[in-house]
């Protein structure tokens, strides 16, 4: 059974700093694409960042120049760096994968990042 495993959100205050972890366990697949979404209160899930099995990455536009997406191919690891957090950036943040050989995606059970003013 795979299992995505987040951790690292928790508050902080608007300019501060955080680090998302995903992990995925209970598969010998290797990761082909990692992203984190995120989704406030009463709006959709949108993505925020993603990386392909080459390193490439791309970013919503709100996120750009604060917010690194980075993965760790031998413990199947996907991080968001967080820099300059803002009170919009609030909400329950989920990692997603897909994995070279799987029939399915999968997904974290979010993690929730409060930045307050």
């Known amino acids: 059974q795979v299992q995505l495993v987040e951790s690292g959100g928790g508050l902080v205050q608007a300019g501060g700093s955080l680090r998302l972890s995903c992990a995925a366990s209970?598969?010998?697949?290797?990761?082909?694409?990692g992203a984190w979404y995120r989704q406030a209160p009463g709006k959709q899930r949108e993505l925020v960042a993603a990386?392909?099995?080459?390193?490439?990455?791309n970013y919503a536009d709100s996120v750009k120049g604060r917010f690194t997406i980075s993965r760790d191919n031998a413990k199947n690891t996907v991080y968001l760096h967080m820099n300059s957090l803002k009170p919009e950036d609030t909400a329950v943040y989920y990692c997603?994968?897909?994995?070279?050989?799987?029939?399915?995606?999968?997904w974290g059970q979010g993690t929730q990042v409060t930045v307050s003013s």
């Open positions: 209970g598969t010998t697949f290797s990761l082909n694409t």
């Open positions: 997603y994968a897909r994995f070279f050989g799987a029939l399915s995606d999968y």
């Open positions: 990386i392909n099995d080459r390193g490439s990455t």
